[in-house]
């Protein structure tokens, strides 16, 4: 059997200064772990407009189309402010996402130990945190029909509209069953259905999927109150799926829960492939940082846990995960911090590949 294969597209700014420790990361679980990967690297965003004019080209969308898993670095930077929206660096990755119909967009928020002072929450609050928001990705007022600025009587009036068909939702929810089956089999569902018909529907929907996966514990939660409890306790949830405006705001206060936009990862998931796995796309929240672009102060962990989730969600090596998760764990618990997780003063941050490094090192303890 051949080996699962990678596109690797690293970007702009510090996409490729942090990618280029995955890579290290991916070569280590090759050697030591016999986890071997066919490896392909492309251009994406500004860089691929600099080579070719385009921030996608074709042939890197067709590639996108037939690998196992794509991961990303981050598009942008302030280059490429002046270009026409069409060939801006965001339309690639939006192509990607689009072209590939990734309509499952996990946001893990995950707390380490190590990090936990580091949370605008009560420390007993966030540590151990481990929780999974699935936030619909390609529909809902984002998209819907009718939207726009109208003129009636002598004002103005501006219009989105709230609109999921049930495939949508079901599609989505059965994402958010199989995962919360590979976790903790405690799946909470957010909408307004008190207030929206698009949320009656979106709750009919996922009870019914729901009982196709009777070992998951189904509840419902309005989002506002959903809101509430986050932060309040977050440590109740496993999985939590949501809409796509819902899921938007829910999944950045949540990411906040756990300190720095350089801890964390993501997954854009569509729908099975001929093998079953899932189309997948991995990719750190944060965007190419032209702030500190080439000047190895980005902290690679957002871009390494996205191959972990990568590991766990397209690849069927949930162990490997955690291998990895936890030598990231053991390296921030030894003090190691790049100058993003540094809140006091006086203490000397480690560069991006002195982190790489200093998780191979774990990494190899843990063998
Ligand atoms: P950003 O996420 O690039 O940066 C926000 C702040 O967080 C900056 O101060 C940056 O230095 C810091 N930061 C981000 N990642 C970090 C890391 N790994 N280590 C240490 N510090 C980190 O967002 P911003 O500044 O709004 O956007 C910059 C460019 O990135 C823009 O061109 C934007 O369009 C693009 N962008 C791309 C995204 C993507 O590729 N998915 C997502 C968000 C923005
Ligand atoms: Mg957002």
Redesign the pocket.
């Known amino acids: 059997m051949s080996n699962p294969s990678l596109l690797i597209l690293p970007?702009d700014?510090?996409g490729p200064e942090?990618m280029a420790e995955v890579r290290r990361v991916i070569d280590w679980f090759g050697d030591k772990r016999g986890l071997k990967f066919d490896v392909s690297e492309d251009l994406v965003g500004g860089s691929a407009y600099d080579a070719h004019g385009t921030p996608l080209t074709d042939e890197t969308m067709a590639k996108a189309q037939e690998v196992d898993a794509v991961l990303l670095g981050?598009?942008?930077?302030p280059k490429y402010d002046v270009l026409d929206f069409s060939v801006k660096?965001?339309r690639g990755?939006l192509r990607l996402r689009k072209e590939m119909d990734l309509y499952a967009n996990l946001r893990p928020a995950q707390c380490f130990d190590a990090l936990a002072d580091f949370s605008s929450l009560k420390k007993d609050v966030v540590a151990g945190l481990d929780i999974v928001i699935v936030r619909e990705l390609t529909s809902g007022i984002y998209f819907g029909e009718p939207r726009g600025i109208i003129e009636e009587g002598n004002e103005r009036v501006g219009i989105n509209t709230q609109r999921y068909t049930e495939s949508e939702i079901d599609r989505v929810a059965r994402s958010a069953f199989e995962l919360a089956m590979r976790r903790g089999k405690k799946l909470c569902s957010m909408e307004k259905a008190n207030v929206m018909e698009s949320g009656i529907l979106w709750r009919e929907v996922v009870t019914e999927v729901g009982k196709e996966y009777p070992e998951v514990e189904l509840s419902h939660m309005y989002a506002d109150a959903g809101a509430m409890q986050l932060c309040r306790w977050p440590k109740q949830f496993d999985v939590i799926v949501t809409d796509n405006l819902f899921g938007d705001l829910l999944s950045d206060a949540a990411a906040m829960l756990t300190g720095s936009?350089?801890m964390l990862p993501s997954a854009s998931l569509g729908a099975p492939m001929a093998n079953g796995r899932p189309k997948a796309l991995y990719?750190?929240v944060?965007?190419?940082?032209?702030?500190?672009a080439g000047q190895g102060?980005?902290?690679p962990i957002?871009c390494i846990l996205s191959f972990a989730m990568a590991l766990r969600y397209s690849f069927d090596k949930g162990d490997e995960a955690t291998r990895l998760e936890q030598a990231i764990e053991n390296v921030l618990a030894k003090g190691y911090r790049?100058?993003?997780l540094l809140g006091e003063e006086g203490k000397q941050p480690v560069s991006t590949s002195e982190m790489g490094t200093a998780i191979l090192e774990a990494l190899d303890e843990s063998l």
Not at 74 to 77: D, E, I, K
Not at 286 to 292: E, F, L, N, Y
């Open positions: 970007g700014g510090i942090v981050a598009v942008g930077g660096p965001e990755l936009l350089g990719e750190p944060h965007g190419s940082a032209p702030d500190i102060k980005a902290n957002a790049t100058a993003d």
